[in-house]
């Protein structure tokens, strides 16, 4: 299964914007990219997937780089709320195979 | 809307002895995913069902065993409990068979319950 890198943790201040990176170099055609998160104590939360062009929602945005071996997750303005740990997952056609890495985790000063 | 319903929230058991968590899919949903969290890790998944057959197995020990039933609803045994048993044990479920042509069941959505403290003493 191809695997993905994210920085360990990060911080951002709120109200200002964050770009979370992924590393996923052996992606293969076929693999969309998620993003989930995890709220201290509560189950992993969805939040954006991708294929090949960028993508935006209510939550945040997605962007893919034009070789899909790196992702970037942007939260526009951050809050206090989006403290959590982000997690970075390939999904491929092999459904039942959806593996978490070891995720970022985003500390948000008031 | 409906969520991923998860029971017990807690549950406290002695070594050795046995588990059964349930887990209710949202409405409509064929597919349902365990996975297990250790103080401090990530989730890790165990196994996965679709359409009520077993379609995965991921890190699960032989002493859990899981399945679907009619209803959808699924329930993970586990039997001859340790003390490295004790985790928050999640559940998922996702619609797969509307994935159909256009990237199939890559694309969909995992909707998680709020899962099940599992304290082995």
């Known amino acids: 299964d191809a695997k993905t890198t994210q920085p360990n943790s990060m911080e951002s201040n709120e109200e200002e914007p964050v770009h979370l990176p992924c590393n996923h170099s052996t992606i293969s055609g076929t693999d969309y990219i998620h993003w989930y998160r995890q709220l201290p104590s509560q189950g992993p939360e969805y939040v954006i997937h991708?294929?090949?062009s960028n993508v935006n929602n209510r939550m945040a945005s997605l962007a893919i780089a034009e070789d899909r071996k790196s992702s970037t997750l942007i939260l526009h303005r951050a809050t206090l709320r989006d403290a959590a740990v982000y997690y970075c997952?390939?999904?491929?056609?092999?459904?039942?195979?959806?593996?978490f890495g070891s995720g970022t985790k985003l500390n948000v000063k008031p | 809307a409906a969520g991923v319903i998860q029971s017990p929230r807690h549950l406290i058991k002695e070594k050795r002895e046995t588990a059964t968590l349930k887990c209710y899919p949202i409405p409509r949903h064929d597919t349902v995913y365990w996975y297990q969290q250790g103080p401090g890790q990530d989730p890790q998944f165990l196994i996965s069902?679709?359409?009520?057959?077993?379609?995965d197995k991921g890190s699960i020990p032989d002493r859990f065993s899981a399945q679907q039933f009619s209803d959808y609803h699924s329930e993970l045994n586990m039997s001859s409990l340790e003390l490295g048993d004790s985790a928050l044990y999640f559940c998922?479920?996702?619609?797969?068979?509307?994935?159909?042509?256009?990237?199939?069941?890559?694309?969909?959505?995992?909707?998680f319950g709020a899962g099940t403290r599992l304290s082995v003493l």
């Open positions: 997952i390939l999904r491929g056609y092999n459904f039942n195979k959806f593996y």
């Open positions: 998922a479920s996702s619609l797969v068979r509307m994935g159909g042509l256009a990237g199939g069941p890559a694309k969909n959505i995992q909707y």
């Open positions: 069902f679709y359409e009520k057959m077993q379609s």
């Open positions: 991708g294929l090949t």
